[in-house]
Every structure is written in structure tokens, then in C-alpha cells.
């Protein structure tokens, strides 16, 4: 084999494979998979306010975890904007109105609550455990958490 004929192959193999990487892209990007991850996302951030939550009423003492969790909150709070590309409406049940897509601007600056409350939550919990100040940072999250819900989010029956 001459070495055109064996650089046009190493060619066109390198396209196909891009192309085949690019046509995997698009498959994992399906609406339903991004739903489906959306959807674990969100229960992450809801793992990490329930384990919150149990310590700021006393039910647990494990104070120690409580800059982790906040932690965990204000980095996933980063994802909730892209998580919402349009048309991922369809293709697996979901809770998200079309609201999202209707008055972006509106969605965005509700996410941003969420991570500037996030963050600020993060600095109280690693500021040394005035719980006063904690269980108010962490009603903040919540009251950032519903303030999107409230508009954004098909309610549970």
C-alpha cells in the first residue's frame, strides 16, 4: 500500500470517527436523557437540603457535614440554567412548565438567586456555627428553591 492511499484511509477513518462521536453527542443529548438527568440533579439538591434540614432542627447533630452539603448545593446550583437547553420538554414525564422557555429571562435570574443564596450559605456554614445564622442562610436556599418552583414547576399532586 503506497503512502497515499494509506494517509487518505488514516483520513477518512478520522472522520468517520468523528462523525460517529458527534452522532453520540446528539443521542445522549436526547430530550428524555436530559430530563432523566435534570430530574437527578434536582434530587441531589434535594438530598443535600433534607440532610441540611436535619440538622438545623436538631434532629441529628452531625454539624460537621452541614459546609459539605451547603457546598454541594452552590456547585450543583451552577448546572440548573443548562440543564433546561430548549425542547427538552418531551420524550420522558416531567415537571417543568413551558413558563421556562416562555420567560427565560425571568428562569435565569431565579437560578442565580438559588446560587447566590447557595453561596452565601456556604460562607455562614464555614463561618463557625452560629446556628441563628445558619437555619436563616438555609431558609434563604428555600425560599430561593420555591421562588422557582412556585412559577416554573408542575405541582405534585
Not at 52 to 66: A, L, P
Not at 111 to 139: K, S, Y
Amino acid at each position: 500500500m503506497n503512502g497515499r492511499l494509506k494517509g487518505w484511509i488514516v483520513g477518512v477513518s478520522a472522520i468517520a470517527a468523528v462523525a460517529a462521536g458527534i452522532g453520540m453527542a446528539s443521542a445522549a443529548d436526547e430530550s428524555e436523557n436530559v430530563i432523566k438527568y435534570r430530574q437527578n440533579v434536582m434530587r441531589s439538591i434535594g438530598g443535600h437540603m433534607g440532610a441540611i434540614s436535619g440538622v438545623v432542627k436538631g434532629e441529628v447533630t452531625f454539624t460537621g457535614h452541614v459546609a459539605t452539603h451547603a457546598e454541594a448545593l452552590a456547585a450543583t446550583s451552577q448546572l440548573i440554567v443548562d440543564m433546561f437547553p430548549e425542547g427538552s420538554t418531551t420524550g420522558a414525564e416531567t415537571r417543568a412548565k413551558a413558563e421556562i422557555w416562555q420567560d427565560w429571562d425571568t428562569f435565569t435570574q431565579k437560578a442565580t438567586d438559588l446560587q447566590n443564596a447557595a453561596a452565601n450559605l456556604v460562607q455562614v456554614a464555614n463561618g463557625g456555627g452560629d446556628a441563628a445564622a445558619l437555619e436563616a442562610a438555609f431558609g434563604d436556599v428555600g425560599s430561593a428553591c420555591g421562588g422557582c418552583h412556585r412559577p416554573f414547576r408542575v405541582r405534585n399532586n
